[in-house]
């Protein structure tokens, strides 16, 4: 094990030629990163979690009611143990088929086996109250998160010129600002992936874990090697956009159309400038082009492109959601809806079934499970 160890954490791996770890060891009053500070990553996680819990409580909560945020009253399936247990092991979504095989053990009639499958997804959507609180928590974090990060960088020459993020490498001490930035990005990210479980599911659900888990490696990779000057640059170009996806988030929960419209126009027009041209033509190109003109390759530096590759191609998928998006609600100034989010299915169909009911005496019979044709449907419509 020792062996190994030494092999994975090798010299040669991680760094240019001429550099290791000994680079990295403490002198002459200057502090540099080490393997054990991302140790604190862990509890600063955890108090996020009760942060959040008492953000939701005390403003997320009130904040709702002060928008106007409201959910509708859904009506619950009835208990039916041969419904629950083909809902739980088989299938959400039961074929025609299996509605009428359901319906023969069920006694119920296609159309009930339907609606009780309808509700019961519905019973398992998370409610729209739930939706603003986690909207409202990410917005707060990214908010402050990108602002902090502006004040920690914007005095900094590599904010203005990438190239001077490699000037000293790897012999670039560590500033305060700079491990808490860090510390505080990094424990926010492992606290999302702690409360995957409970969090709103999406349908990108499966590349939200993938950018989360990129995300720490990311993160902690470039702690490790002192590539945090890029590292900060990263950080606050994904902030800078984050905060104006999930205020729109709070305003369409709200039903506050126009102003939705128009922060999600804002946020599409940031998202395509921060992520789909200053990431890759500037920091992507002075992490991976630059670099070769000072250093031969190594594998850490494969790594940590690599790394950011699998972002870019995930920020490259979500553009293209969010251009949809965009040509969906500025034609027909519709209200903007998450591309992402599972929508709740209604009871018209119910109510179709209600209204059926009702015209029954005026229409005559059903046949065959339709209605049949009325000679007055030109003059009702």
């Known amino acids: 094990m020792s062996r190994m160890s030494e092999l994975i954490w090798a010299d040669w791996i991680w760094f240019p ?61 009835p208990p039916n143990p041969t419904l629950e247990s083909y809902f739980c092991s088989t299938s959400k979504h039961p074929t025609q088929s299996c ?27 998370p409610s729209k109250l739930k939706k603003f609180r986690e909207a409202s928590w990410r917005f707060t974090f990214y908010l402050l998160a990108f602002f902090a990060g502006l004040a920690v960088l914007i005095d900094k020459p590599w904010f203005s010129d990438m190239k001077q993020m490699w000037d000293g490498f790897p012999k670039m001490p560590l500033l305060p600002s700079q491990y808490w930035y860090y510390m505080i990005e990094l424990g926010f990210y492992v606290s999302l992936l702690f409360s995957v479980a409970s969090d709103v599911k999406r349908k990108d659900f499966k590349e939200q874990i993938v950018h989360h888990v990129a995300t720490i490696l990311l993160i902690s990779f470039s702690w490790l090697v ?44 940031v998202f395509i400038i921060t992520r789909l041209v200053i990431l890759p033509f500037w920091i992507i190109h002075t992490t991976w082009v630059y670099p070769l003109t000072l ?45 992402r989010s599972d929508k709740e299915e209604t009871e018209s169909e119910d109510e179709d079934e209600d209204r059926e009911r009702r015209e029954k005496p005026k229409n005559g019979h059903m046949q065959n499970g339709h209605t049949p044709l009325n000679n007055n449907h030109r003059k009702r419509h």
Request: glycine fraction near 6%.
């Open 295 to 339: 250093y031969p390759p190594f594998i850490g530096f494969y790594f940590f492109n690599g790394l950011l590759c699998v972002l870019q191609i995930l920020h490259i998928f979500w553009a293209a959601l969010i251009l949809r998006m965009v040509v969906k609600f500025l034609p027909g100034n519709d209200i903007v809806e998450d591309e």
């Open 99 to 125: 509605l009428e095989s359901l319906s023969k053990q069920t006694g119920c009639s296609v159309r009930q086996v339907q609606r009780w499958f309808r509700r019961r997804r519905n019973q398992d959507r």
């Open 17 to 77: 030629e001429g550099h290791g770890w000994a680079d990295l060891k403490d002198h002459d009053d200057k502090v540099f990163p080490k393997t054990w500070d991302l140790w604190a990553t862990i509890p600063i996680a955890l108090c996020f979690l009760v942060i959040r819990q008492i953000f939701e409580r005390t403003v997320a909560i009130p904040l709702a009611s002060l928008l106007g945020v409201s959910d509708k009253q859904r009506v619950c399936a």
């Open 226 to 269: 002192n590539y945090i000057r890029a590292g900060t640059l990263i950080m606050l170009v994904h902030d800078a956009s984050d905060y104006l996806m999930e205020s729109a988030k709070m305003f369409n929960y709200a039903g506050w159309r126009k102003t939705c419209n128009f922060i999600f126009t804002v946020f599409a027009a």
